[in-house]
């Protein structure tokens, strides 16, 4: 009874329950008051996540009609038939090569661009590209391409009338 008014820790088992008591609940509130904030946090990132997907999902919206860019014979040209043209390869006439284009540019248009669809000899049909990516109409912008810069004087093919205006 002596120790009555005097301090509320009377053991050192007490005393050590104040000392662990008062480093644990301080670490408990700061842990709960994490547990809080980064709930608030995740609801917040839920949000700003589904707004970001948002925009991101219409730019997916594409129109399968819209109307696509029609390549140019030049482009044609450097996109698939250079690859034999401008060096000759596999006996393929050269691309300016005027000695080795006088002879097919005088079959006239249709007989190279028949050429040209189909195949010929060490030339798989359409140079070897698939119609989704070059039309017909591209394939013979080339054909006049390649024809005039070897001396051709073929006129530009017109625009079929059923190719997306551009
Ligand atoms: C894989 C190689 C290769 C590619 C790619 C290629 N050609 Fe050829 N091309 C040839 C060869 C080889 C010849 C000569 C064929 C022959 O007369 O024996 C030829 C011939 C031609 C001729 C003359 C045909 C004739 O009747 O005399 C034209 C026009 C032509 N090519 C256009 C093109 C165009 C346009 C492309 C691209 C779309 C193309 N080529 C892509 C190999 C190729």
């Given amino acids: ?39 608030g946090k995740r609801g917040e990132n839920t949000a700003t996540t589904e707004q970001l997907i948002k925009p991101v999902a219409q730019l997916n919206f594409k129109d ?59 030339m798989p049909a359409r140079g070897g590209s698939n119609p989704a990516d070059i039309s017909d109409y591209e394939l013979s912008r080339a054909v006049v391409y390649m024809a005039n810069a070897a001396g051709g004087k073929l006129p530009e093919p017109k625009e079929p009338v059923a190719a997306p205006a551009k």
């Fill in 64 to 122: 399968a009609s819209a109307p696509r860019e029609i390549q140019t014979g030049e482009q044609v040209y450097k996109a698939v038939c250079s690859s034999c043209h401008a060096s000759g390869a596999a006996g393929a006439p050269k691309f300016g090569d005027a000695a080795a284009w006088s002879p097919r540019i005088a079959k006239g248009y249709d007989s190279l661009m028949t050429s040209v669809l189909k195949g010929k000899n060490a």
């Fill in 1 to 39: 009874m002596s120790n009555e008014h005097g301090s509320l820790i009377k053991s050192p088992k007490q005393m050590i329950i104040v000392v662990v008591a008062s480093f644990f609940v301080p670490l408990l509130i700061i842990l709960l008051l994490m547990v809080f904030v980064n709930s």
